[in-house]
Structure formats: structure tokens, C-alpha cells
Antibody, heavy 118, light 102 residues
Framework: EGHLVESGGDLVQVGGSLRLSCAAS????????MSWFRQASGKGPEWVAQ????????YYSDSVRGRFTISRDNAKNSMYLQMTSLRAEDTAVYYC???????????WGQGTLVTVSS | IVLTQSPATLSLSPGERATLSCSAS??????LAWYQQKPGQAPRLLIY???KRATGIPTRFSGSGSGTDFTLTISSLEPEDFGIYYC?????FGQGTRLEIK
């Protein structure tokens, strides 16, 4: 059975940086668009960023554009989210997910917690 | 696009039929998904493209609708169907419907 596993979440101060990783196993990773979502405590999911299967196209939500960078390494079946200039409102569980189409996502990781403290 | 789900909470008994609604602020394509989420877990894809069941999803789950109004139906509730259900259209998610099993 396929799995996505996120890592890299941590407690960081406002203005700090963090790099999240997502490792895929048992699924077709390189052939699919991938996304990062996040979910603040008690809230619904929020789309953060998306990357095309070959990495040639990247899209971001307005709330993170210019601060976050999505990337992937298909040779390592891995995806990344570099987060800079972190704000308190970035505090959330971050999930990586495989895109079936138009952000509808069939595989999700277990999530990694990012806490931004002032 | 704003997605509004109703009701906010639904409390039903096993064996009953559940009908969850998702209304869009403007007409959307049929790229509409439904997810189930349980505490401490990631969302689980149930339905995509409005009516296609994801791999491994029981046939009691079905999706329908068009334009601005979409419905997730659970034909006969099982105890494990509790959780929060979200609809999604591209970057937008609804606020969720909490399904409680009596």
C-alpha cells in the first residue's frame, strides 16, 4: 500500500524559516502533480502550493506566495516546501498529497506540525 | 469561490440515510471532491469528479449534483462513518459537516 510521510515540522519563531519534506513510497509519484495543504487547529484544510509532475509548473496560494517555495526530486520520490518569513498564522499541520486532478487528492500523508511562535 | 456546507452537524443512527450538501457561490465545474476526516487523521478522499468513488470506498457513499449544488449521500450509515466531511472545488474547501452517529 502506498504512503506519503512528511517531516520537518517544528517550533520556530516569527520571521524564521523551515523546510518540510514529503517522502513517497509504494505509489506512482513522478507521474502525478503534488500539493501541500495545511490545517490549523479546529479549521478546515487549506491549499498551500502545487507542483507539476516534472516540476516545471508551480502554483501558490495568495497567503504564501513570495514566502514559500515548492520543489520535488522525482529520483528520490520526494517533495519539499521551503518556508521563509514565517508568521503566526502559518501555524498548522502541513500535509502533502497526491493530486488526482484539479487538486482533488487521493493520497495524503499523516501531517507534520509547524508552530510559529511570537 | 465560496463553498457552504449544510447542515453544520448531523446526528443519525446506524442504518439511516445521510444527506450532506455543498453549495457553491457560483457555478463550478464537476471537479468536486468529498473527504472524510477523523480526529488526528488526514482527510480521506471519498468522491472525486462529483460522483466517482475513490479506490476502496464502499458503495454506500455516492456523490451527485451540478452547477452550484452538490450532495454526498451515505445510503446506510455504519458506526465508522462518524467524522467531519468536507467538500472541495479546486483551491476552495467548505467549512465541513460534522456527522455524529447516535
Amino acid at each position: 500500500e502506498g504512503h506519503l510521510v512528511e517531516s520537518g515540522g517544528d517550533l520556530v519563531q516569527v520571521g524564521g524559516s523551515l523546510r518540510l519534506s514529503c517522502a513517497a513510497s509504494g505509489i506512482n509519484f513522478s507521474g502525478f502533480w503534488m500539493s501541500w495543504f495545511r490545517q490549523a487547529s479546529g479549521k478546515g484544510p487549506e491549499w498551500v502550493a502545487q507542483i507539476k509532475s516534472d516540476g516545471s509548473e508551480k502554483y501558490y496560494s495568495d497567503s504564501v506566495r513570495g514566502r514559500f517555495t515548492i520543489s520535488r526530486d522525482n529520483a528520490k520520490n520526494s517533495m519539499y516546501l521551503q518556508m521563509t518569513s514565517l508568521r503566526a498564522e502559518d501555524t498548522a499541520v502541513y500535509y502533502c498529497a497526491r493530486d488526482v486532478n484539479y487538486l482533488q487528492s487521493d493520497y495524503w500523508g499523516q501531517g507534520t506540525l509547524v508552530t510559529v511562535s511570537s | 469561490i465560496v463553498l457552504t456546507q449544510s447542515p453544520a452537524t448531523l446526528s443519525l443512527s446506524p442504518g439511516e440515510r445521510a444527506t450532506l450538501s455543498c453549495s457553491a457561490s457560483q457555478s463550478v465545474t464537476n471537479y468536486l471532491a468529498w473527504y472524510q476526516q477523523k480526529p488526528g487523521q488526514a482527510p480521506r478522499l471519498l468522491i472525486y469528479d462529483m460522483s466517482k468513488r475513490a479506490t476502496g470506498i464502499p458503495t454506500r457513499f455516492s456523490g451527485s449534483g451540478s452547477g452550484t449544488d452538490f450532495t454526498l449521500t451515505i445510503s446506510s450509515l455504519e458506526p465508522e462513518d462518524f467524522g467531519i466531511y468536507y467538500c472541495q472545488q479546486r483551491v476552495s474547501f467548505g467549512q465541513g459537516t460534522r456527522l455524529e452517529i447516535k
